[in-house]
């Protein structure tokens, strides 16, 4: 049995099939859970300019709209909720802060959220783990929704009709930060998957990707750019947003991701890469609440680790 197939037993053993299930997958979602807000800000820096007001726009996020969703926890289960993504992102952080760590493509800053096949949970990850992200003290986190085939994470915070990295890829004339959207949650940013183009794979292979992945972790050296990809079994957008990327976190649905599937995926990666195996929907115990991921995996050293 290969080191991968070894990670995988290992998220499987803390799994049971007939668990709970949590309220979502990532399946589209009609419901909106935030606001476009544009303010006009009275304190205005020096780079605004000579007309004396600058603007901010940024997304108001409805909680409740969120619980309803799915996309978080009951009240009751926030606790347990929270301490599942403490023990995912934790070993993520700690790889940011490598030393002789890559400016550009390839920084660990950058971080792809990924899964074998549609359904497994992954946007659903995406979103609360960029919100657990957001809490550190000394971390920002910019989301960005680069499932362009199916923006679900635009749609979702309502703001799918924004320019965002396609936009950005398509017209070197723009500024990748000026599509980067603030919200109400201190630390959190999202930079929408913007207008499709048909050649949306040829953009996020090419060079330009390059050039604006170093622009959004050289504007912060504190920031952490977590992409939403799309499932790397179904499309090529995301096998080519991996090349640039540092870190990879492979979602796992529980009794329902084949194995060979997740093999799949994982050679579709490449070599070299730095991948994490979250067990999605894993059966809950003392540690694991309802919602929670079942244990946090990785391969890439001759035996798997979890995550205690």
Do not use: C, W
């Given at each position: ?54 603007s ?28 599942h993504?403490?023990h ?36 659903f ?31 979702i ?11 950005a ?46 622009r959004?972790i ?12 799309s ?7 995301s ?70």
């Amino acid at each position: 049995m290969s080191v991968v197939e070894r990670a995988i037993d290992k998220l499987r053993r803390a799994s049971s099939t007939d668990s709970p299930k949590p309220k979502t997958t990532d399946s589209e979602s009609q419901l909106n859970i935030g606001t476009l807000e544009v303010r006009v800000l009275q304190e205005v820096p020096e780079a605004a300019g000579d007309t004396g007001v600058l603007s901010e726009r940024r997304i108001l996020i409805d909680r409740q709209a969120v619980r309803a969703a799915g996309y978080l926890p009951e009240t009751s289960q926030d606790r347990q909720f929270s301490d599942h993504y403490r023990h995912i992102k934790r070993p993520l952080i700690a790889a940011t802060v490598a030393q002789g760590a890559v400016v550009g493509p390839g920084n660990p800053r950058l971080i792809m959220m990924g899964s074998a096949l549609p359904g497994d949970g992954k946007t659903f990850s995406s979103i609360n783990l960029a919100l657990s992200l957001s809490r550190e003290r000394d971390i920002s986190v910019v989301l960005v929704d680069a499932d362009v085939a199916k923006p679900h994470i635009s749609r979702i915070f309502g703001v799918d009709k924004e320019p965002g990295l396609l936009d950005a890829l398509s017209d070197e004339s723009i500024d990748v930060e000026s599509l980067i959207l603030g919200t109400d949650v201190q630390g959190l940013f999202i930079l929408p998957a913007g207008k499709p183009h048909e050649a949306a794979t040829e953009y996020l292979a090419s060079a330009r990707m390059g050039h604006l992945v170093t622009r959004i972790i050289s504007r912060d050296t504190r920031r952490i750019a977590l992409f939403d990809s799309s499932p790397l079994l179904v499309s090529s957008e995301s096998r080519a947003l991996a090349t640039v990327m540092g870190q990879v976190v492979l979602v796992v649905r529980a009794g329902h991701t084949p194995r060979q599937a997740v093999l799949n995926a994982i050679t579709h990666l490449g070599q070299g890469k730095s991948i994490g195996l979250v067990l999605n929907q894993g059966r809950p115990s003392i540690t694991q609440g309802y919602y929670g991921q079942g244990a946090y995996g990785s391969y890439g050293d001759d035996t798997a680790v979890e995550e205690k």
